[in-house]
């Protein structure tokens, strides 16, 4: 399983901007995350459209957070960037030419997905944007839920 290359660069822009003390230009932002402007453009219209950062013109203007970092929970942003790994709509989507999914009756790959879901939303739900840019030791992440006590319970 993959994170797309939207959700690594949205969320590397989103975090950029979270430690900087005042707004950053989509140049500014480019430059310290070695992403092309075009790209960084792409992901912060992605954010302000999810309500995650506000855009503001002139020579001090720029992108900064729409609200506090702590209230900013990562799993509705990488779900605004890249949507969930599993909703209910997910067998209609992957149903192929047919009119429902021939695995309709007695599917077993539908409670997978949802147990995986599951595990992802049970990491991510706790987690903020100000945990990400608070400075973490490997003792701290490994105090944090893990996807497979999910699956244990």
Same mark, same amino acid.
């Given at each position: 399983?993959?994170?797309?290359?939207?959700?690594?660069?949205?969320?590397?822009?989103? %975090?950029?901007?979270?430690?900087?003390?005042?707004?950053?230009?989509?140049?500014? $932002?480019?430059?310290?995350?070695?992403?092309?402007?075009?790209?960084?453009?792409?992901? %912060?219209?992605?954010?302000?459209?999810?309500?995650?950062?506000?855009?503001?013109?002139?020579?001090?203007?720029?992108?900064?957070?729409?609200?506090?970092?702590?209230?900013?929970?990562?799993?509705?942003?990488?779900? *605004?960037?890249?949507?969930?790994?599993?909703?209910?709509?997910?067998?209609?989507?992957?149903?192929?030419?047919?009119? *429902?999914?021939?695995?309709?009756?007695?599917?077993?790959?539908?409670?997978?997905?949802? *147990?995986?879901?599951?595990?992802?939303?049970? $990491?991510?739900?706790?987690?903020?944007?100000?945990?990400?840019?608070?400075?973490?030791?490997?003792?701290?992440?490994?105090?944090?839920?893990?996807? $497979?006590? $999910?699956?244990?319970?």
């Amino acid at each position: 399983m993959k994170f797309s290359a939207q959700e690594e660069f949205g969320l590397r822009c989103l %975090l950029v901007i979270a430690k900087s003390p005042k707004p950053l230009t989509i140049p500014e $932002v480019a430059s310290i995350e070695g992403i092309s402007q075009t790209h960084v453009a792409k992901m %912060l219209a992605l954010l302000r459209k999810a309500g995650f950062v506000t855009s503001s013109r002139g020579q001090v203007g720029g992108y900064q957070l729409a609200r506090p970092a702590n209230e900013i929970r990562l799993n509705d942003v990488l779900y *605004s960037l890249g949507g969930k790994l599993y909703d209910d709509e997910f067998c209609r989507r992957h149903r192929g030419q047919l009119s *429902s999914c021939s695995h309709d009756i007695g599917c077993t790959i539908r409670g997978l997905w949802d *147990s995986v879901q599951q595990a992802v939303d049970h $990491v991510l739900a706790p987690l903020t944007l100000a945990d990400m840019v608070r400075p973490t030791t490997n003792v701290a992440w490994s105090e944090r839920p893990r996807a $497979v006590d $999910v699956l244990n319970n």
